[in-house]
């Protein structure tokens, strides 16, 4: 298979004070990362196809997110992906497959490689359509819908979903549904397809020009007297410091 790997993000995990080594964030803090646009696998070019139609407005966010999720389900990715798992799985690390970046909007399709244990912290989204199917383990996963800004930095979220997801399994996330998540890998890795579209939305929760990048967040900071949950937003520092090495379950939701 020809393939041009690279790590993704790989200076904003060297920037985390207090993480552990192998706590990773996927976080964007520069737009230098390379084009990839070389490789033609059945999933990536069929997804670019996708995206293609969503940027001529052939498919709404909603219809290209059925589409994405008919497309992975057809193409059986546990088993059509099984090279790719297992060289994700040898190499330890995410392995990018296609990447397009311009001034508003960018696309990746990534294998995302999670070492036993890893937790990546709760956080939003901005104008993003997401789609992380596991392809091998399982992860811990909570997902949230962001309801309503309620302060400068507080947020009203609904829990989704807080379970265990297997193989065919994902997490999907919009600017209008399950736009927040929290997510973990349990006693052994895991290895997820991460298929990130930004930009294509028309109406988002924040101002549409703030940057295209993952916004932590708290949601043990309080509860709204009718059960939703109130988050705070905060900032790497401070999440590594509470969610950091720490799974899920040390968090309860109920
Ligand atoms: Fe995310």
Not at 112 to 120: D, E, G, R, S
Not at 175 to 187: Q, T
Not at 191 to 197: E, P, T
Not at 205 to 225: A, E, M, S
Request: proline share 7%; charged share 25%.
């Amino acid at each position: 298979m020809a393939a041009t790997a690279v790590r993704s993000d790989a200076s904003a995990r060297d920037s985390i004070p207090g993480a552990e080594a192998e706590v990773m964030i996927n976080t964007r803090l520069t737009d230098d990362v390379p084009d990839i646009l070389d490789i033609h696998i059945p999933v990536v070019d069929r997804s670019v196809a996708l995206v293609e139609k969503l940027a001529r407005r052939e498919l709404t966010p909603d219809a290209y997110m059925a589409a994405v999720r008919s497309l992975h389900e057809e193409l059986d990715l546990p088993n059509s992906l099984k090279p790719w798992i297992e060289r994700t799985l040898q190499e330890k690390k995410d392995i990018v497959v296609y990447q397009r970046t311009r001034q508003t909007h960018r696309e990746a399709i990534q294998f995302f490689y999670l070492a036993p244990n890893v937790f990546h912290p709760p956080h939003c989204h901005h104008n993003i359509l997401s789609t992380q199917l596991v392809l091998r383990g399982q992860a811990h996963v909570r997902e949230f819908d962001r309801i309503a800004r309620l302060g400068p930095d507080t947020l009203l979220l609904k829990l989704r979903l807080d379970g265990w997801l297997g193989p065919g399994e994902a997490m999907r996330a919009t600017e209008i549904e399950r736009n927040c998540h929290w997510f973990a890998s349990g006693d052994e890795p895991c290895v997820m397809l991460n298929f990130n579209a930004y930009g294509y939305q028309d109406w988002t929760f924040n101002p549409k020009d703030r940057p295209l990048r993952r916004n932590l967040v708290d949601p043990t900071h309080g509860r709204n007297g009718d059960g939703l949950i109130i988050a705070k937003e905060i900032s790497v520092d401070e999440s590594y410091a509470k969610f950091g090495g720490r799974p899920l379950s040390d968090f309860p939701m109920a």
